[in-house]
């Protein structure tokens, strides 16, 4: 008995296993982030066949005065006095099999701009790798779809 009950497990782990591993499809990346600090979401949308983000909600969208945050670290000194809130940080990502590759990601934090690429964990989970040169050199965050 002990044996059909081992037996059970393996092939209910195999068939939840195979299930989990479901196709992804061009169109599924997109919808409303969550990043992974809690603190910005971002509208994934596309443009012809690229793939672009924006921050739509900020958790802290003003600073200490009580204005707009701006976009203070960009090294192009007109943008600098641009809204954080409504800045595009995802730029020209295609779809490629199961991962969206060769765009550009954004961080306003510091105002560099990095090579991202994309890929779904799961329906609500997106797996955000920025790097510079090569994808090993980098740091991947995850995100958490809201809409």
Same mark, same amino acid.
């Given at each position: 008995m002990k044996r059909y009950h081992k037996l059970l497990i393996v092939v209910l782990t195999l068939l939840y296993g195979f299930n989990s591993m479901a196709a992804t499809g061009p169109d599924d990346v997109l919808g409303i982030w969550l990043n992974a600090n809690g603190k910005g979401q971002i509208q994934i949308f596309k443009q012809g066949n690229a793939y672009f983000g924006k921050l739509v909600w900020l958790k802290e969208p003003n600073d200490e005065q009580g204005k707009p945050k701006l976009d203070k670290n960009n090294p192009d000194n007109q943008l600098k006095a641009k809204p954080v809130l409504g800045? &595009? @940080?995802?730029k020209g990502f295609q779809f490629d099999k199961d991962e969206w590759?060769?765009? =550009? @990601?954004?961080?306003? &934090?510091?105002? =560099?701009?990095? =090579?991202c690429y994309m890929k779904? =964990?799961?329906?609500?989970?997106?797996l955000v790798r920025g790097y510079i040169g090569i994808s090993m050199i980098g740091r991947t965050e995850t995100w958490t779809r809201i809409k």
């Open positions: 800045l &595009q @940080i995802l590759n060769n765009g =550009k @990601i954004y961080d306003p &934090q510091n105002g =560099k701009e990095y =090579k779904m =964990k799961d329906a609500n989970t997106l």
